[in-house]
């Protein structure tokens, strides 16, 4: 008996599954709302009929018009023709030429002079396809969006109204008053007026490009993110970095890892991986491993390393100065240099090298309290020292030729030493050679001194005020070293590479 009314219960609770879901099935029919005249169209088919004036039927909460239409009512479809529209709720509007609509799918196929509207946006093409249940509309064959002042074509879309989002794919083109798209697919948010995209694109206007594979672009704030292979030009500057964001009402950018920001006027690039910049007044920072590199020629270029490097321009506005700070150091074939701290003015071309600065060029080392390179053509032509300048190159393993001043000049000729005027408190110590051997050594003091070198050897000094001089035999001068002395070759960059360390001698 139980088992009984066990299979019974079973087959009633089978039954009972089985209704719901055939009435789940069920589909709406359409409604006919108004129509001036109707009439059965045996000759189309049965249980066919034709509307003709001020037609309106109704299916899924959507109202649709037209001029006339035929209703198939064994198939739950219909074909409307003239002056279609569809309303949908109290903002969504469609209308065409012509459309097929089917109460069973509950899809919809307007063609000819089609247009979709809502609140704030407006789609123009000449086949749309929507859904009444997933409130979503689609083109095929190249539409038009409208919104607000921007514009976007693709050969492909989808709209989807309850999420106010576009979807374009195949040669999209968005343009707006200040930048053009060009991409492959992109998402278009039309409440937030935003932007997103995926795959390569491309965004330009008169002065600026960027290109990116990902990222999005919120085109009422003008505020843009680019990521992948991201890259920033304009006539002067082209940025490049994993990740660029910027404000462009703001005039705000911020760029993180792998930046390369090349000048091109300039012959500069800057590489670090965290940048910011301001466009008003114009600057940049770049921190994070900010390595510069000058070009000066196919096989000639200055590398420089520091914590940070900052750039912007003179209280005029015209010239640029780049500064550098805080372990700072410089490589090129033709000299080296380190300090603490560094600034580069190209008003006048000079980089000045500020606390324990150090340069060395060939064999010689060069200290001051101050150091000012001067360039022509990207080059060294003349430096500076300043308060306790001091000038070392090396002899042997223990002697070292030494010219030591309050201030000195020392020009460069074809990327040597050749000449190095002192001013105030001069002092030399050099070791005069007979055939490469050392049989002497010079010490000369004078107010000031003009010292001229070949070779990296001292050939002569031209005393001008109060000088004094003695040449010792090469065991008899017991103090070879002038006061403030050091010798600092273990902290010159060898290679390139050695500007990324930084150690301090104990």
């Not at 900052?310 to 372990?327: E, M, P, Q, V």
């Not at 065991?475 to 050695?498: A, N, V």
């Amino acid at each position: 008996m139980f088992r009984k009314y066990h299979i019974i219960a079973l087959v009633f609770v089978f039954e009972l599954i089985v209704s719901v879901h055939l009435q789940a099935q069920k589909k709406e029919e359409i409604k006919i709302i108004n129509s001036n005249s109707f009439e059965y169209a045996k000759k189309v088919g049965e249980g066919v009929r034709r509307l003709i004036g001020n037609v309106v039927l109704e299916h899924n909460n959507a109202t649709m018009y037209c001029d006339s239409a035929y209703l198939y009512s064994n198939e739950n479809t219909f074909h409307a023709y003239s002056n279609v529209h569809v309303n949908r709720g109290d903002t969504l509007h469609m209308y065409g030429d012509f459309m097929r609509y089917n109460g069973n799918t509950n899809i919809g196929e307007v063609r000819r002079n089609v247009i979709l509207k809502d609140s704030e946006t407006v789609l123009t093409t000449d086949s749309l396809n929507f859904n009444t249940i997933t409130d979503v509309a689609w083109y095929f064959n190249r539409g038009k969006i409208i919104n607000n002042d921007k514009q976007l074509t693709s050969i492909i879309g989808y709209y989807y109204s309850k999420k106010d989002l576009f979807f374009f794919k195949d040669s999209v083109i968005g343009i707006s008053p200040d930048y053009t798209m060009i991409t492959d697919t992109l998402e278009y948010n039309t409440k937030t007026e935003t932007a997103y995209f995926v795959g390569p694109t491309n965004i330009y206007n008169e002065e600026n490009h960027i290109y990116a594979e990902n990222g999005w672009y919120k085109t009422k704030e003008k505020k843009f993110q680019f990521n992948e292979n991201a890259v920033y030009q304009n006539k002067e500057k082209i940025l490049k970095g994993d990740s660029l964001y910027y404000d462009d009402a703001n005039g705000i950018g911020i760029a993180i890892k792998n930046i390369d920001l090349i000048d091109t006027t300039e012959h500069i690039h800057i590489k670090g991986n965290y940048a910011y910049y301001k466009k008003e007044p114009e600057n940049f920072l770049i921190t994070d491993s900010a390595l510069l590199i000058q070009i000066t020629d196919r096989t000639d270029s200055l590398f420089l390393h520091a914590d940070t490097l900052k750039s912007n321009y003179d209280s005029t506005g015209t010239f640029r100065i780049l500064k550098a700070y805080h372990k700072v150091k410089i490589f090129r074939d033709d000299f080296q240099g380190m300090c603490d701290s560094m600034a580069h003015s190209f008003q006048d071309s000079v980089i000045r090298m500020y606390r324990n600065p150090v340069i060395w060029s060939e064999g010689s080392q060069l200290t001051a309290d101050l150091i000012e390179i001067h360039t022509k053509n990207r080059k060294m032509d003349h430096f500076k020292l300043i308060d306790a300048g001091f000038i070392v190159s090396q002899e042997d393993s223990t002697r070292f030729n030494q010219i030591r001043g309050k201030q000195m000049v020392g020009y460069i000729r074809n990327n040597r030493l050749y000449k190095v005027d002192v001013f105030g408190n001069g002092q030399t110590i050099y070791f005069t050679k007979d055939k490469d051997v050392i049989i002497g050594v010079n010490q000369a003091e004078s107010s000031d001194l003009i010292i001229y070198l070949r070779n990296n050897q001292v050939e002569r000094i031209n005393m001008i005020k109060q000088p004094a001089g003695t040449l010792y035999p090469l065991d008899e001068l017991q103090e070879t070293k002038l006061k403030g002395f050091q010798w600092l070759e273990y902290f010159r960059p060898k290679e390139m590479k050695d500007i990324f360390t930084w150690e301090t001698k104990n």
